[in-house]
């Protein structure tokens, strides 16, 4: 069965960093474009990063120069690492993954259980 684990999250101070890792389980890793969502209380899943199987990346512009997308074909693995993190960058964070296309919070074929992060002022 595959399967999306997130890791990683916790608090953290207002300009601070964390590393989100989700490590799957999924067969032919390297043939699936992944992404990062994210859920704030009260708000829709939002869309925080993506890479393609071909490696390119893409962040949204809220996170922009502050979070950075990666993966590790070895270890089945996606990261997230969140630089000068701000209040309003607390959410539970999702890791995704679509063969076709890249994962949307509408369109993806598999999806974790998300992590907490938790931003103080």
């Known amino acids: 069965q595959e399967q999306l684990v997130e890791s990683g999250g916790g608090l953290v101070q207002a300009g601070g960093s964390l590393r989100l890792s989700c490590t799957t389980s999924?067969?032919?890793?390297?043939?699936?474009?992944m992404a990062w969502f994210r859920q704030a209380p009260g708000k829709e899943l939002e869309f925080v990063a993506a890479m393609s199987r071909s490696g390119v990346s893409t962040v949204d512009d809220s996170v922009m120069g502050r979070f950075t997308i990666s993966g590790d074909s070895a270890k089945n693995t996606v990261y997230l690492q969140m630089n000068s993190l701000k209040p309003e960058d607390a959410a539970i964070y999702f890791c995704?993954?679509?063969?076709?296309?890249?994962?949307?919070?509408?369109?993806?074929?598999?999806r974790g259980q998300g992590t907490q992060v938790t931003v103080s002022s």
């Open positions: 999924l067969r032919a890793f390297t043939n699936y474009n």
């Open positions: 995704a993954a679509a063969l076709r296309g890249i994962p949307t919070p509408m369109v993806h074929d598999y």
